[in-house]
Each structure stands twice: as C-alpha cells, then as structure tokens.
C-alpha cells in the first residue's frame, strides 16, 4: 500500500526511508501513468492512421498544440502547488500546505474552464495558426471540436494527480491515469471499427476517457492525508495563486515553448515540404506521428522527475540534503539508461516504428525514418532536462528552472529553426532537434551541479513543527 504522509508527529518516510526505494515507489506510477497515457495518444495515431488514414493524422498533429496547452496549465498549477505543499509538510507547516492545495484545486478547475470554451470559440483561427492544409482542415474542425469538450477534465486531472502523488499516493495517481487511458483505448476500437465513427470516434474516445480519469480525481478529494481538503481551504486566495504560479513556472514555460515549437514547425514542414519531393502533406502527417512516439521516452523522463518532486521538495524542506543530492544522482543515472535505450531503438528499426501507423508511399516512409534517426538522434539524453527543471521547481528555485525549462525549445530549438531551414531546406529542420538537444542537456548538467556544490555539506535542523490542533 502506499505511505501517506505524516500526521502530527509521526515521521514521514520521504524523509527516512531509501531513496532508491522512495524513487521506486513514487517515480514507477508515475511512469506507468504518462506511458498509458502516451500509449493511448499513440492508439488513436494507430486506429486514425489504419482507419481515416494520413490526413486524420496531420489533423490530430495541428490539433496537439490545444492538448500541449492544456498541460502546460496542469503543470503551472499542479507542479507549482504541489511543490509548494511538499515543501511546507516537510517544514512542518500542516495549515499552510492546505491553502497551498485548496486553492490549487480551485486553480485548477477555473484554467480548465476558460481553455475548454476558449478552445471551442477559436477552433478554426487556431487549425489554421497550427499549420493545417486545406486537406487537413476538415478532419482537423471534426476532432478539436469534439476534443476540445474533454480539456477542462484533461486539465484538472494532469493537474490533481500530480496532488495525489504528493500526497503520498503515486499508486491511486496512476491509477487516475491508467484507467482513463484503457477506456480511450477500447472506445477506439468500439467506435472506429464497429461504429465506423471515423476520426469523430477517435475524438469522443479521448474526451469520455478524460472524463474517467477527472471522476476518479474527484473521488480522492475527501481522503487528503497530508492536509485535508474541506470547504474553507477550497477556494482561490490570490496571494498563493501568486505563490503556485512562481513555483510552477518553469514546468509552465517548458509545455508552453513545446507549443510554440509545435506550430513553428508544422508551418516550416508545410512550407519547406511543399518545396521539396515529400509534398506538404507528408512531413505534417509524419511529424505528427513521431511526435507521439517521441512521447514514449518523453513519458519515462517526465514521470522519473514528477516521481522525485516530493523526495526533492520534502528533504529540501526538512534541510537533509544530503538525501537531495543522492535523489537527483541516482535518478540521473535512470534517465540516462533509458534514453540509451530509446535510442538504439530509434536508430535500429525506424522503418519498423513507422510502419505501425498505417501504410504509406515509399516517400513517407523515407522521410518517416530520416525523420526518426536525424531530429531523435540524442534522444539519449532527453531525461536530463525535465529531471533538472523538476529539481529547482522542488527546492524553490524558480530563476534556475525557468531559465532550465526554456533552454532546449526556446533558447535553442527555435532560434535553430529561424536559421538552418534558410541553408539545408526541410532537411535543417530535422537537425535542429539533436542540437538543441544536446546544448539543452549540457546546460542542465552545468546547472545542476553548481546548485548541488552550494548545498551545505552537512544536514540541518528541522524547522519546529506548528500546532495543527
């Protein structure tokens, strides 16, 4: 069963257990969940690839951005409330971890709300920003218009479930997770291939399993252990909305420049796909089902660091530094097998990884595989930089992380497209991703290991604990 943090006196074992079982404990939930999650973003790439076919996956490409926000509003408010949480049970303030996790629920529900009718409002000006091509268009109106019903519970479900791990229970966070993503998975098929919905069917299978996953977050909201939630910490308060943001911003910039990214791209694929053998179609078609496989590994290095943000943020709190340092090594060292893995994968059989999504002409699979073996060619080191940004969000230091989470994509991934597209075409476009991959990771690591330099070498003592009488 999973420990629930401590109450009034009784020790907590983020602050006393091991930290490779504690990294086990928190971080393989969280993996699980964002694998399930990726695998059924990766099912509708499969069912709509094999059922509607390549222009259905262009339109789930242009539509991605609207989910990349959405996280990016989780992230904000989940991580930046979590973090916050964690960091006051360690100092042994019960009362203030409450507002801190009251107001990031109500935090949560208002951003999902205004997304989802924002969303519904803008659905054609945002198709035609994100790159879509006249083929494009009309899949593309059908699934944002149906998906984007489905954001606010997306929103506050990434977003509570980070809450719930915090809490101390990364198996019912997963859970969260997991179980929307196997009902997306079998109303895929229900509703593609028996219903013969089409792309349509793929879209209300992704809302009704968001649906799932918002319920059962809903569902843990009473048995809060860390610090219940009742009717008076349930509310906004501006100041720790402040507070939330802060901690929360450099997870928030990281999504928000992915989305950017993301429609920078799909117009530079268009455009310098047009003027090339692959046409325009193809290269959106293929960046959107990379982009999902890509989310894999991406799930793994997201999960291992939201798995070490309560270790990080708690021992912070608690001043044990020494269990923050072996934390952050010891999840290195598992980011770092894992991309080798993805790796020797991705370069080994590209044609293979492809070749899932449905069938193509000779030209798409030929940019499919360059695709993978050129622009995911350090995807070796991907976990490198979600692991650090998670680092400086747990302890507090949000200049660190920000700067951290804007390195890879924006410092250095957009700037890299402004230029190399204008001297090698769409083949600059596919070496932007390594580059900006590896400045990103050395960055990071350089970060890091100055900030874990200045921690002091010896452990300590605990703030004394309030009355929470």
Request: contains cysteine; charged residues 10%; aromatic residues 10%.
């Amino acid at each position: 069963m999973d420990k629930a943090p401590a109450r009034d006196g009784r020790p907590n074992p983020l602050g006393y257990a091991p930290v490779g079982g504690l990294i086990r404990q928190f971080a393989v939930p969280s993996i699980i969940s964002m694998l399930v999650s990726s695998a059924y973003n990766i099912t509708d790439q499969i069912f709509i690839g094999n059922v509607v076919g390549m222009l259905g996956n262009a339109a789930t490409n242009v539509a991605f951005p609207t989910v990349s926000l959405a996280l990016a509003l989780a992230q904000l408010a989940g991580v930046g409330t979590a973090a916050g949480y964690n960091l006051n049970l360690g100092r042994g303030r019960k009362q203030e971890a409450a507002e801190f996790l009251g107001t990031g629920l109500a935090f949560l529900a208002a951003l999902g709300v205004a997304l989802g009718a924002a969303v519904l409002l803008l659905r054609d000006p945002i198709l035609h920003l994100c790159g879509a091509t006249d083929a494009v268009f009309p899949y593309g109106q059908s699934y944002l218009g149906i998906t984007a019903l489905g954001l606010p519970f997306h929103l506050a479900a990434t977003g509570a479930s980070t809450l719930i791990r915090a809490d101390g229970r990364p198996r019912y966070s997963m859970l969260c997770s997991v179980s929307g993503a196997v009902v997306n998975i079998v109303l895929d098929a229900l509703f593609m291939l028996v219903f013969q919905w089409g792309i349509q069917g793929a879209a209300w299978a992704t809302v009704l399993g968001q649906l799932l996953s918002f319920l059962l977050c809903v569902a843990y909201l009473p048995k809060f252990k860390g610090a219940p939630v009742t009717r008076q910490t349930l509310k906004l308060r501006a100041g720790k909305v402040k507070e939330i943001c802060q901690l929360g911003t450099a997870n928030f910039i990281n999504h928000i420049i992915m989305m950017v990214v993301n429609i920078v791209m799909n117009n530079l694929l268009t455009r310098y796909g047009a003027q090339s053998v692959y046409g325009s179609d193809i290269p959106l078609a293929v960046s959107g089902v990379i982009a999902k496989v890509q989310t894999i590994v991406i799930s793994f290095a997201v999960g291992l660091a939201h798995g070490c943000q309560p270790i990080f943020s708690f021992n912070m709190g608690a001043r044990k530094y020494s269990r923050v340092r072996q934390a952050y090594r010891k999840a290195l060292l598992v980011a770092l097998v894992i991309g080798a893995a993805a790796f020797t994968v991705f370069q080994c059989f590209p044609h293979q990884i492809a070749g899932i999504f449905g069938s193509g002409d000779p030209l798409y699979f030929q940019f499919a595989e360059e695709y993978l073996q050129i622009f995911l060619f350090m995807i070796c080191v991907t976990g490198v930089q979600p692991l650090s940004v998670n680092y400086f969000t747990s302890i507090g230091s949000v200049r660190q992380g920000t700067i951290l989470s804007a390195s890879r994509q924006g410092l250095f991934l957009l700037p890299l497209l402004a230029i190399l597209p204008h001297i090698w075409g769409l083949e600059g476009i596919l070496y932007a991703g390594p580059i900006a991959e590896g400045a990103a990771c050395t960055l990071a690591l350089v970060t890091v290991w100055r900030s874990i330099r200045r921690l002091p070498r010896e452990d300590g003592p605990q703030e004394s604990r309030e009355e929470t009488g």
